[in-house]
């Protein structure tokens, strides 16, 4: 069975052909912003302008080497509404011309697919933190169910508005990953935990207001361990609550190899395993809708015309994980 999957509900948009085997082919096109942050607008024009070129090529690698796709998958949210509606489109128009099913994939859950898929974990406590999102899961009676999440914003999120603040370019985070493995000391920043949930609006805006008095190396390094140490320590609980020996990070703040270092730290301490897929099914990639979809139409999911509506505020917990 092939998967043609598309995914764009924030900066990337990409499109991917998957079978059980592994991705066969993948394109993508990254909108960049001249300067801030994402603009939801300036996104979703970029992606309608890069479609027709980046789903071209994936059907013509399937036209040459003559391959049939046997449905069609998309992310249909949680992400940006400009976003998620131009995916929507292009994937209902193409199961439309095809006649091929339709999937919907739920974004969050896909990370977690691809990660469970590429990293070979089976039942792990996952920790899912990107630009967006910063959410510490287990599989749980039939659902991702979610043991903390942040209150705010995400990490990346908070890593990034930092960067910007002190005139770093985008993207932020591999530049403060780079400075921070130059930091002399550690700088106290609040330190954010409340219950199992997290908070890292007033750490990422503490971190600017010490980057004018501190070494911003120093500066770096400390909002990095402080959010970090704040993940590995609501992962731990959850890996205790939910029963788990694996834990795995997924997501696009996953690249970073600090956070991967404390956590591998924490479960050879637990006696636990810790799981990383490759670095380039980190970050948001077609072939993760595909294999996600893949999975939910062999047991038996498929999302109709009339349900393809786009979800923005997708959550995770909402999907009944039928495949498992």
Known sequence: MIVFGLEGTAWNLSAALVD??????????????????????EAAQHHAQHMAEVVGQVLSHCR???????????????????????VATAARTLSLRLGVPLVG?????????VGKWQSGASDPAVIYVSGANSQVLALRQGRYRIFGETLDISVGNAIDKFARSVGLSHPGGPKVEELASQAKQYIP?????????????????????????????DVCHSLQETAFAMLVEVTERAMAHAEKKEAMLV????????????????????????????????????????YTGLIMLKSGASTTLAESKVRPNYRTDDVPVTWA
């Open 189 to 217: 920043l609040p330190y954010t935990v409340k219950g199992m949930d997290l908070s890292f609006s007033g750490l990422s805006t503490a971190a600017t207001q010490a980057a004018k008095k501190y070494d911003l190396a």
């Open 105 to 113: 994939a739920n974004h969050c859950v896909s990370h977690i697919e």
């Open 64 to 86: 040459q080497q003559g391959l049939k796709i046997d449905a069609i998958a998309f992310s249909q949210g949680p992400g940006l509404g400009p976003c998620l509606r131009t």
């Open 20 to 41: 059980e085997q592994g991705v066969i082919y993948e394109k993508s096109a990254t909108y960049s912003p001249a300067k801030g942050g994402i603009h939801p607008r």
């Open 251 to 290: 997501g696009g703040v996953g690249a970073n190899k600090r956070l991967g270092e404390m956590l591998n730290i924490m479960c050879e301490e637990r006696g636990a395993e810790f799981f990383l897929p490759p670095r380039k099914f980190m970050g948001d990639n077609g072939s993760m809708i595909a």
